[in-house]
């Protein structure tokens, strides 16, 4: 593959990736959680590898919100200050798109996101932020997920019809397949089925959709009915009149406009984020070939810097190949503990000097963060807090580090930060507990490598896959976690972790839950880590062999280019 992105013309990019968000660095706030995330670590190891893609997103020239939190767990969510000029390029090219009467002006911002052997990958942030736009349309790129069912639908228009013009307008007219990236860039469809009619007259109804399926590859990443974007006929139909009537009609259903529905009917290629998820997405969506393709975390952007030390000394080409890993087994258990020993005190002083919490080095540390909200049960530790102060009365001293934001207009998950709260003043003279605000990136790449063991408590059958665990192990953390998602792929007992609960317990029950993970504390977790050293060494040692050489992003991209982009 070429290295030089100017020489690189329309034959070259093959695969165009759109997603509602990206994480690209914490400086730039153009992601919300674990979708951005993962969006990230797919172009990152695209770029390692070579792989002919672009990639779509929006420009949230406001950023994702950045979370305070008051002495009562209150969650306020304030403006991220960012230029987005400061970290991209302008390009020339502009398009619009129909919406309602009128038309709205896009442009395209461009960051090259550069790969271990100098390959670039471009992303396109596109950006309705224009003196031709009225001041409402110029706000359609400013927040993410933002606003009311109708700013959704604009800027889910913006992504799929405007990401679709973008690419042609700035010469990618060779697409071979889009990848849409969960089903807010559906719409992606409608601009297709348009595309082919004009060049394709002749087509009937079939041949339109299957030369559009052909094009389109879908990833459904929720279990959470919440998490499947709907819009009511009307709204639909309103936005979207510039289009034909014939088209819309095509796109909409009974219950209206279902972006998930839309991706499925006209993507070729599916699929789930986990084999568990896979399965789940089957039932929810019968009828449909719903494959999975397991989730996975870009392993070097994710490994903090002693263990990067560690590796480069004994394993050469980790960098290149992740699945290299796996020789972590002949790496001296002592030295994976010292390096973790570093992580751990680059976290406890950073905790420390926040919060003057006063906790050690070496005492046990739970870690848990994840955007805060019901089913993934931030708070399923504390449910019984007279148990826990037995536990580390009885067995060893306990310390828990957590983080996460709430989305700012999920009440329930505000009042979870709360109730964490409470317990935290309620524990203080038993266990140390902090809850850091404003979990990102950076925040979390001091978090996951230095804590002892990873908590992971989402209610079954909702976490679509999780990566966190995936991070933690990458750093020698293994993981205390519910048997869901990934971890039902991950977890050999006593060897890369420990579960929660059973296989068999679906839906969760949180009382048995709760009861489970405090047996598990008790009688095998802290037992190990405080009175047998050398097991706890070879479970971290597991954990990197066993894990990060398999739920990395580099086998993940593996598995789309053979299943989904090049099939």
Not at 302 to 331: A, H, Q
Request: a negative charge; glycine letters at 8%.
């Amino acid at each position: 593959m070429s290295t030089d992105n100017h020489s690189r013309t329309e034959r070259d990019i093959r695969i165009a990736l759109l997603s509602m968000e990206i994480g690209i660095d914490h400086e730039m706030p153009t992601y919300g959680g674990g979708l951005g995330i993962l969006a990230g670590d797919i172009l990152r190891s695209c770029a390692d590898v070579g792989v002919p893609i672009v990639a779509v997103t929006l420009a949230i020239n406001k950023g994702s919100a950045s979370q305070k939190l008051d002495d009562e767990g209150n969650q306020i969510e304030l403006p991220a200050d960012w230029r987005i000029d400061d970290f991209t390029t302008l390009m020339a090219p502009r398009v619009s798109v129909p919406v309602e009467d009128r038309e709205v002006k896009i442009q395209a911002w461009e960051y090259l996101m550069t790969g271990i052997g100098g390959y670039q990958v471009p992303v396109y942030f596109l950006d309705t932020n224009l003196f031709e736009n009225s001041a409402s349309d110029r706000e359609i790129t400013y927040y993410l997920y933002g606003g009311d069912e109708r700013y959704r639908l604009l800027q889910e228009i913006v992504l799929g019809i405007g990401g679709v013009r973008m690419l042609d307008a700035l010469g990618y007219t060779n697409i071979r397949k889009y990848h849409l990236n969960e089903g807010h860039s559906a719409l992606v469809a409608l601009e297709l089925i348009k595309k082919v009619k004009e060049d394709n007259p002749e087509y009937n109804d079939e041949q339109i959709l299957e030369s559009v399926r052909k094009k389109c590859i879908f990833t459904t990443h929720t279990p959470v009915q919440a998490g499947h974007d709907r819009f009511p006929e009307q709204l639909a139909k309103s936005l979207l009149r510039g289009f034909g009537n014939g088209e819309i009609d095509e796109i909409c259903h009974e219950d209206g406009l279902n972006m998930t529905l839309l991706a499925l009917k006209y993507s070729e290629y599916i699929n789930g984020v986990a084999k568990k998820h896979g399965e789940v997405s089957r039932n929810m969506f019968p009828g449909y070939p719903i494959d999975s393709i397991t989730n996975g975390v870009h392993h070097v952007f994710w490994t903090t810097e002693s263990f990067c030390k560690l590796y480069d000394k004994y394993i050469s080409g980790w960098r290149k190949d992740p699945f290299d890993l796996r020789y972590v087994i002949s790496i001296p258990k002592k030295e994976i503990v010292q390096a973790h020993a570093e992580a751990k005190r680059l976290l406890i002083d950073l905790v420390n000097a926040r919060h003057g919490t006063g906790m050690d080095y070496d005492t046990f540390t739970i870690g848990f963060a994840r955007r805060v909200t019901g089913y993934k049960r931030p708070d399923l530790l504390f449910s019984n807090p007279d148990r826990l102060v037995d536990i580390v009365k009885n067995t060893g001293p306990i310390q828990v580090i957590l983080a996460g934001k709430a989305h700012p207009k999920d009440t329930g998950g505000k009042e979870l930060i709360k109730n964490i709260f409470v317990n935290i003043k309620r524990l203080k003279d038993d266990i140390k507990i902090v809850f850091l605000e404003n979990y990102d990136m950076e925040l979390a790449k001091f978090i996951i490598p230095g804590v002892d063991v990873w908590l992971n408590t989402p209610k079954r059958p909702l976490e679509a896959s999780g990566t966190s665990g995936m991070k933690a192990c990458l750093n020698g953390v293994p993981s205390l976690s519910i048997l869901d998602g990934w971890w039902l792929e991950g977890c050999i007992e006593g060897v890369t972790g420990w579960a929660i609960g059973s296989i068999a317990a679906e839906p969760s029950d949180d009382s048995k839950d709760a009861e489970d993970l405090y047996d598990k504390l008790e009688q095998v977790v802290l037992p190990m880590f405080y009175d047998n050293k050398d097991a706890w060494a070879r479970i971290m040692r597991y954990a990197i062999a066993f894990n990060s050489s398999f739920f990395n992003s580099h086998r993940m991209v593996q598995q789309y280019l053979l299943n989904a982009y090049f099939a």
